[in-house]
C-alpha cells in the first residue's frame, strides 16, 4: 500500500469534489453576505408575526437561510478535514461558526413566540395560509417542547453563549486531529517510522507480539501525557450539558439527549441491563483469544489480532468497491447504481494524508450529495468502513431525494441502521462466497470482533457516559482520577477476568469523540440490534423487509425513529431485538469455537 506524503500525491479520482458545493470561494463570501441579511430579515420578524401569512413568511425566509448555512458550514468543514493543519481553511469554518451563532441570536425570539400562541391561534394561521401546510407538522411537534423552552430574553443570551459551549469539544478535536503526536516505532527493516492512526491500526493486528505492545504504548503515551488537558474539556462538555439540562427544565441530562428521538430512557437502560445480564459470551470469547494466542496473559493489544494466521490480504480501493456492490445486490438495483455514482462522481475522498482529519465519516448537503471521508488502507478493515459509510450515504442520498427539506435530515438514532445493515450484507457474502476453511475461519474471527467493538464495546462506552453525566448533576468533581475508576471498573466487568489489565487501559475514555456528543454512543449498539434483525432476512431474500427497509431508508424524519423502525419489524421498546443480537453472538463464538 502506497503511503502518501501529502494531499497533492493522492490521484484526483480518490479526492471528493468539492467544487459540487461551491466552484469558486467568491460564490462562498456571496452565500455568507446573503446569510447575514436573511438573519437580519428574520430579526426583524420579531414582534411582527400577527397572520399566517406573516408566519408563513418568517419560516419560508429561515428554511431558504438553513440551506445556505448547511451549504457553507458543511463546505469549510470537509476543507478543514483535508488538513486541519491549514490555518486559512480553519479562519472558514470559525467564520461559518460565528455566523451561526450570529443566525441563531437572531432567531432565538421565534421558539418561545410560537410557544406563546394557543393552539387555536396556531391552527386558525394554518387555516388561513396554504403554505404553512408544509410546515405544519414541524410547527405542531415544537409544542411537545413547550417545557423545555427559555423565555426570549434567556433563548437570546443562550444563543450568544453558543459558540463558548463548543470550545471543549473544538479544543478536544484541535488536540486529537492537530497536535496529538504518537512519536515513531520500529518499521519492518528496523528503521524508525512515524506511527499514525492508521498505522497503529495495523500494527494493533501484527502477529507479532513486542510490535503490537509497542505500538500500543506508543498510541496511548500522548494521552496519558494529557490527561488533565483532556480531562478538562471531558468534564467542561459533561458540566455544559447537565448546566443546560437543568436550564431547559428536563429531569436530567439523559432524557434531554434522548427528547428529540422521542426515546423513553428505559430503552437506554434496558440496552445496558440485557447486554451486562448476557455478558458470558464474551468473557467466553476472551477465553478462547488467549487459548487461540496461545498466552499465559491477554492484555489489551492482544485483542485487536486476528486469530486466525496467513490469510490476511490486501485489498485495493477498487476491489473493495467492487466487492461492495456485489455485496449490497441483495438491496436491490436502484441502491447499488446509486452506489456507484458515488465513485464515478467522486463523493469520495479516500486515503489518508498528514495532517487529514482521523476516521471516517459521511456528510450529506442537502441539495448537493453525500460527502464521505475515508483514510483507506487496502485491508479487510477499509473494506468494511468504506460499506458502513456508504450505507449512510445511500440513506442521505435517498432521504434528500424523497423527502423535502424539512424532513430530509434522518435522525442519527436511525443512521446507524442503515450503516451496519450493509456491514452485516457484506460478512454474509464473504461467508457464503469462501470455500477456503481458514479464510471462512478469519472472516467468522472478523464478524465477532466486528461485533464486539460495533456492540458491546458501545454499550461499555453508554454506561460510561450514563455514570460520568450522573455524577455532574449530583455535584461530584470530575478529574482524571474519576474518569479513570469509572472506566476501568467498566472495562473489567465488561472484559471478564481472561484481561490482565495494562495502566494505560483506564484513560480508554480520553480518546473517544464521540463524548463531546452527549448519547450518541448507544445508537451504533441500538443500530446493530436492529441491522442484525434487518440484515438476516434481506440476504434470505424476504421481499416484505427489503421493501419496508428501502422504505424506511427513503422516510428521513418524517416520523420518529422508534416508529420509523417498527414499519420495517423492529420494536426496541421491548427487550427482543437485544435479545436476539446476544443470542447471535453467542451462536458465533460456539460456531468459532468448533471451527
Given at each position: 500500500?502506497?503511503?502518501?506524503?501529502?494531499?497533492?500525491?493522492?490521484?484526483?479520482?480518490?479526492?471528493?469534489?468539492?467544487?459540487?458545493?461551491?466552484?469558486?470561494?467568491?460564490?462562498?463570501?456571496?452565500?455568507?453576505?446573503?446569510?447575514?441579511?436573511?438573519?437580519?430579515?428574520?430579526?426583524?420578524?420579531?414582534?411582527?408575526?400577527?397572520?399566517?401569512?406573516?408566519?408563513?413568511?418568517?419560516?419560508?425566509?429561515?428554511?431558504?437561510?438553513?440551506?445556505l448555512l448547511n451549504k457553507l458550514f458543511?463546505?469549510?468543514?470537509?476543507?478543514v478535514d483535508e488538513d486541519t493543519r491549514?490555518?486559512?481553511?480553519?479562519?472558514?469554518?470559525?467564520?461559518?461558526?460565528?455566523?451561526?451563532?450570529?443566525?441563531?441570536?437572531?432567531?432565538?425570539?421565534?421558539?418561545?413566540?410560537?410557544?406563546?400562541?394557543?393552539?387555536?391561534?396556531?391552527?386558525?394561521?394554518?387555516?388561513?395560509?396554504?403554505?404553512?401546510?408544509?410546515?405544519?407538522?414541524?410547527?405542531?411537534?415544537?409544542?411537545?417542547?413547550?417545557?423545555?423552552?427559555?423565555?426570549?430574553?434567556?433563548?437570546?443570551?443562550?444563543?450568544?453563549?453558543?459558540?463558548?459551549?463548543?470550545?471543549?469539544?473544538?479544543?478536544?478535536?484541535?488536540?486529537?486531529?492537530?497536535?496529538?503526536?504518537?512519536?515513531?516505532?520500529?518499521?519492518?527493516?528496523?528503521?524508525?517510522?512515524?506511527?499514525?492512526?492508521?498505522?497503529?491500526?495495523?500494527?494493533?493486528?501484527?502477529?507479532?507480539?513486542?510490535?503490537?505492545?509497542?505500538?500500543?504504548?506508543?498510541?496511548?503515551?500522548?494521552?496519558?501525557?494529557?490527561?488533565?488537558?483532556?480531562?478538562?474539556?471531558?468534564?467542561?462538555?459533561?458540566?455544559?450539558?447537565?448546566?443546560?439540562?437543568?436550564?431547559?427544565?428536563?429531569?436530567?441530562?439523559?432524557?434531554?439527549?434522548?427528547?428529540?428521538?422521542?426515546?423513553?430512557?428505559?430503552?437506554?437502560?434496558?440496552?445496558?441491563?440485557?447486554?451486562?445480564?448476557?455478558?458470558?459470551?464474551?468473557?467466553?470469547?476472551?477465553?478462547?483469544?488467549?487459548?487461540?494466542?496461545?498466552?499465559?496473559?491477554?492484555?489489551?493489544?492482544?485483542?485487536?489480532?486476528?486469530?486466525?494466521?496467513?490469510?490476511?490480504?490486501?485489498?485495493?480501493?477498487?476491489?473493495?468497491?467492487?466487492?461492495?456492490?456485489?455485496?449490497?445486490?441483495?438491496?436491490?438495483?436502484?441502491?447499488?447504481?446509486?452506489?456507484?455514482?458515488?465513485?464515478?462522481?467522486?463523493?469520495?475522498?479516500?486515503?489518508?494524508?498528514?495532517?487529514?482529519?482521523?476516521?471516517?465519516?459521511?456528510?450529506?448537503?442537502?441539495?448537493?450529495?453525500?460527502?464521505?471521508?475515508?483514510?483507506?488502507?487496502?485491508?479487510?478493515?477499509?473494506?468494511?468502513?468504506?460499506?458502513?459509510?456508504?450505507?449512510?450515504?445511500?440513506?442521505?442520498?435517498?432521504?434528500?431525494?424523497?423527502?423535502?427539506?424539512?424532513?430530509?435530515?434522518?435522525?442519527?438514532?436511525?443512521?446507524?441502521?442503515?450503516?451496519?445493515?450493509?456491514?452485516?450484507?457484506?460478512?454474509?457474502?464473504?461467508?457464503?462466497?469462501?470455500?477456503?476453511?481458514?479464510?471462512?475461519?478469519?472472516?467468522?474471527?472478523?464478524?465477532?470482533?466486528?461485533?464486539?467493538?460495533?456492540?458491546?464495546?458501545?454499550?461499555?462506552?453508554?454506561?460510561?457516559?450514563?455514570?460520568?453525566?450522573?455524577?455532574?448533576?449530583?455535584?461530584?468533581?470530575?478529574?482524571?482520577?474519576?474518569?479513570?475508576?469509572?472506566?476501568?471498573?467498566?472495562?473489567?466487568?465488561?472484559?471478564?477476568?481472561?484481561?490482565?489489565?495494562?495502566?494505560?487501559?483506564?484513560?480508554g475514555w480520553s480518546r473517544i469523540p464521540?463524548?463531546?456528543?452527549?448519547?450518541?454512543?448507544?445508537?451504533?449498539?441500538?443500530?446493530?440490534?436492529?441491522?442484525?434483525?434487518?440484515?438476516?432476512?434481506?440476504?434470505?431474500?424476504?421481499?416484505?423487509?427489503?421493501?419496508?427497509?428501502?422504505?424506511?431508508?427513503?422516510?428521513?424524519?418524517?416520523?420518529?425513529?422508534?416508529?420509523?423502525?417498527?414499519?420495517?419489524?423492529?420494536?426496541?421498546?421491548?427487550?427482543?431485538?437485544?435479545?436476539?443480537?446476544?443470542?447471535?453472538?453467542?451462536?458465533?463464538?460456539?460456531?468459532?469455537?468448533?471451527?
Amino acid at each position: 500500500m502506497k503511503i502518501y506524503t501529502s494531499r497533492n500525491e493522492v490521484p484526483l479520482h480518490e479526492k471528493w469534489a468539492l467544487s459540487d458545493i461551491y466552484s469558486d470561494f467568491n460564490k462562498w463570501e456571496k452565500d455568507y453576505q446573503q446569510i447575514e441579511e436573511l438573519g437580519e430579515k428574520l430579526k426583524g420578524f420579531d414582534g411582527h408575526i400577527q397572520s399566517g401569512s406573516s408566519l408563513f413568511q418568517y419560516l419560508k425566509t429561515s428554511e431558504e437561510l438553513s440551506y445556505l448555512l448547511n451549504k457553507l458550514f458543511a463546505y469549510a468543514m470537509l476543507l478543514v478535514d483535508e488538513d486541519t493543519r491549514e490555518s486559512k481553511s480553519q479562519v472558514l469554518l470559525d467564520r461559518a461558526r460565528q455566523l451561526s451563532v450570529k443566525v441563531n441570536s437572531s432567531t432565538s425570539f421565534f421558539m418561545p413566540f410560537l410557544l406563546s400562541l394557543e393552539e387555536e391561534t396556531l391552527k386558525k394561521y394554518i387555516s388561513e395560509e396554504q403554505g404553512l401546510e408544509y410546515f405544519e407538522k414541524d410547527l405542531m411537534e415544537s409544542f411537545r417542547y413547550k417545557p423545555h423552552v427559555l423565555s426570549k430574553e434567556q433563548g437570546s443570551i443562550l444563543s450568544q453563549l453558543g459558540e463558548a459551549l463548543s470550545v471543549p469539544s473544538k479544543t478536544f478535536g484541535m488536540i486529537n486531529n492537530a497536535d496529538i503526536k504518537f512519536g515513531e516505532v520500529t518499521g519492518e527493516n528496523g528503521e524508525k517510522i512515524e506511527l499514525t492512526r492508521g498505522l497503529y491500526s495495523k500494527l494493533i493486528e501484527d502477529e507479532n507480539r513486542d510490535k503490537r505492545r509497542e505500538a500500543y504504548k506508543s498510541y496511548y503515551k500522548p494521552y496519558v501525557q494529557l490527561k488533565n488537558s483532556i480531562a478538562s474539556t471531558l468534564s467542561s462538555a459533561i458540566k455544559n450539558n447537565v448546566t443546560l439540562a437543568r436550564i431547559r427544565n428536563y429531569p436530567s441530562a439523559l432524557e434531554k439527549g434522548m427528547f428529540g428521538d422521542r426515546v423513553p430512557k428505559e430503552v437506554y437502560e434496558n440496552l445496558i441491563f440485557t447486554t451486562k445480564k448476557n455478558i458470558r459470551p464474551l468473557h467466553q470469547y476472551n477465553h478462547i483469544r488467549k487459548e487461540k494466542l496461545q498466552l499465559n496473559e491477554l492484555r489489551q493489544y492482544d485483542m485487536s489480532v486476528p486469530l486466525v494466521k496467513g490469510v490476511k490480504s490486501e485489498i485495493s480501493f477498487k476491489d473493495a468497491f467492487d466487492t461492495m456492490l456485489k455485496a449490497l445486490a441483495p438491496l436491490g438495483e436502484e441502491y447499488v447504481e446509486l452506489l456507484k455514482e458515488f465513485k464515478i462522481k467522486r463523493y469520495i475522498d479516500v486515503r489518508e494524508t498528514p495532517g487529514k482529519r482521523s476516521g471516517a465519516y459521511n456528510l450529506g448537503v442537502y441539495g448537493v450529495h453525500p460527502y464521505i471521508l475515508l483514510n483507506h488502507h487496502d485491508d479487510l478493515d477499509s473494506l468494511f468502513t468504506l460499506v458502513h459509510e456508504c450505507g449512510h450515504g445511500v440513506h442521505s442520498m435517498l432521504s434528500s431525494l424523497n423527502q423535502p427539506q424539512i424532513y430530509a435530515r434522518y435522525s442519527i438514532f436511525v443512521a446507524e441502521v442503515a450503516s451496519t445493515v450493509n456491514e452485516v450484507l457484506l460478512i454474509l457474502y464473504l461467508l457464503e462466497n469462501e470455500n477456503d476453511l481458514e479464510v471462512r475461519k478469519h472472516l467468522l474471527n472478523h464478524f465477532i470482533d466486528q461485533f464486539k467493538g460495533t456492540f458491546f464495546t458501545q454499550v461499555m462506552f453508554a454506561e460510561f457516559e450514563m455514570k460520568i453525566h450522573e455524577l455532574a448533576e449530583k455535584g461530584e468533581p470530575l478529574n482524571v482520577e474519576v474518569f479513570n475508576q469509572t472506566y476501568e471498573s467498566l472495562f473489567r466487568e465488561y472484559n471478564g477476568e481472561e484481561v490482565v489489565f495494562d495502566d494505560e487501559v483506564k484513560y480508554g475514555w480520553s480518546r473517544i469523540p464521540h463524548f463531546y456528543r452527549p448519547f450518541y454512543v448507544y445508537k451504533y449498539a441500538t443500530g446493530y440490534a436492529s441491522a442484525i434483525h434487518l440484515a438476516t432476512r434481506i440476504f434470505e431474500g424476504e421481499e416484505d423487509t427489503l421493501k419496508t427497509y428501502l422504505e424506511f431508508l427513503k422516510s428521513g424524519s418524517s416520523d420518529y425513529p422508534l416508529e420509523l423502525l417498527k414499519k420495517t419489524g423492529v420494536d426496541l421498546t421491548t427487550p427482543y431485538p437485544i435479545e436476539n443480537v446476544l443470542k447471535r453472538f453467542g451462536e458465533l463464538v460456539e460456531d468459532f469455537s468448533k471451527a
